[in-house]
């Protein structure tokens, strides 16, 4: 089997650099970006073989929910996680109509995101 492929998505290059060595560490294949423009670039260079994606709501130039559509317009069906530290009180709705697969309000715990990652892989 070969291992899933996740595009990580963050304007914080501590916390993404932290995501990519801890999922690596449980075999998952990493790819970052650092903000919305970036992933979009990033998830065409690889022609949108990605099992998940990892965003972050808020970054400068695109947003997570900006990106999240895009991706869903592009034809992407796999995972879609979406995560801040500060979600606001309609937000689980509006990311609800775009077929994210969950919300991770910061901080959040990795195993608890690698078996969500993998529980489709």
């Known amino acids: 089997m070969d291992k899933p492929h996740v595009l990580c998505v963050d304007d914080n290059s501590r916390l993404l650099g932290t995501l990519k060595t801890a999922l690596e560490y449980y075999g998952i294949e990493v790819t970052t970006a650092c903000d919305g423009l ?33 991706l869903r317009e592009k034809g992407f069906k796999g995972r879609i996680f979406v995560m801040s530290g500060n979600f606001q009180e309609g937000d689980p709705e509006l990311y609800s109509r775009e077929g994210i697969s969950g919300l991770l309000q910061k901080p959040f715990g990795i195993r608890e995101l690698k078996t969500s990652i993998m529980n489709d892989c």
Request: charged share 25%; net charge negative; no cysteine.
């Open 38 to 70: 970036d992933a979009l670039m990033q998830y065409n260079s690889h022609s949108g073989e990605f099992d998940a994606v990892l965003t972050d709501m808020e970054m400068p130039r695109m947003n997570g929910r900006e990106f999240v559509r895009l």
